[in-house]
């Protein structure tokens, strides 16, 4: 799927219904993955185009690993595959919030953990595990 350009004026951008994904330099754009039965936050991940694509084709989560520089289709390994329930954009079309039904064990991060963010920050900088 071609993706068009974002729209230069501003109230179309932020209220029109075309979906028009602003990707950064690097051609990637930001996605928060969220599990949509319970609304907790799974993961932050990249998709470029093609993994924007290959995930409305196939209903199945993927991602661009900027470390690998390659296409990662989530849970190949792991079994722990994204099923998508719905794909939602932000006002500016720059950030993707990707709702999923997470199959295997239900664990998105590769600690073994559900979710990634599982320590919480304390006003000293101190890590907490929650």
Same mark, same amino acid.
């Given at each position: 799927? &071609?993706?068009?350009?974002?729209?230069?004026?501003?109230?179309? %951008?932020?209220?029109?219904?075309?979906?028009?994904?602003?990707?950064?330099?690097?051609?990637?754009?930001?996605?928060?993955?969220?599990?949509?039965?319970?609304?907790?936050?799974?993961?932050?991940?990249?998709?470029?185009?093609?993994? %924007?694509?290959?995930?409305?084709?196939?209903?199945?989560?993927?991602?661009?690993?900027?470390?690998?520089?390659?296409?990662?289709?989530?849970?190949?390994?792991?079994? &722990?595959?994204?099923?998508?329930?719905?794909?939602?954009?932000?006002?500016? &079309?720059?950030? %993707?919030?990707?709702?999923?039904?997470?199959?295997?064990?239900?664990?998105?991060?590769?600690?073994?953990?559900?979710?990634?963010?599982?320590?919480?920050?304390?006003?000293?900088?101190? %890590?907490?595990?929650?």
């Amino acid at each position: 799927m &071609q993706f068009p350009p974002p729209p230069t004026d501003k109230h179309e %951008l932020e209220e029109g219904l075309a979906f028009t994904p602003k990707f950064d330099a690097h051609g990637l754009i930001v996605c928060v993955t969220q599990e949509a039965a319970s609304g907790e936050i799974l993961m932050l991940a990249y998709m470029n185009a093609l993994a %924007l694509d290959k995930t409305l084709e196939t209903g199945i989560a993927h991602y661009w690993s900027r470390s690998r520089n390659a296409l990662w289709r989530k849970g190949d390994t792991s079994g &722990q595959v994204q099923k998508l329930v719905d794909l939602r954009v932000d006002c500016d &079309q720059d950030a %993707l919030l990707l709702r999923v039904e997470v199959g295997g064990d239900g664990k998105a991060c590769h600690t073994g953990r559900k979710s990634c963010f599982y320590r919480a920050v304390s006003p000293e900088g101190g %890590l907490t595990e929650v």
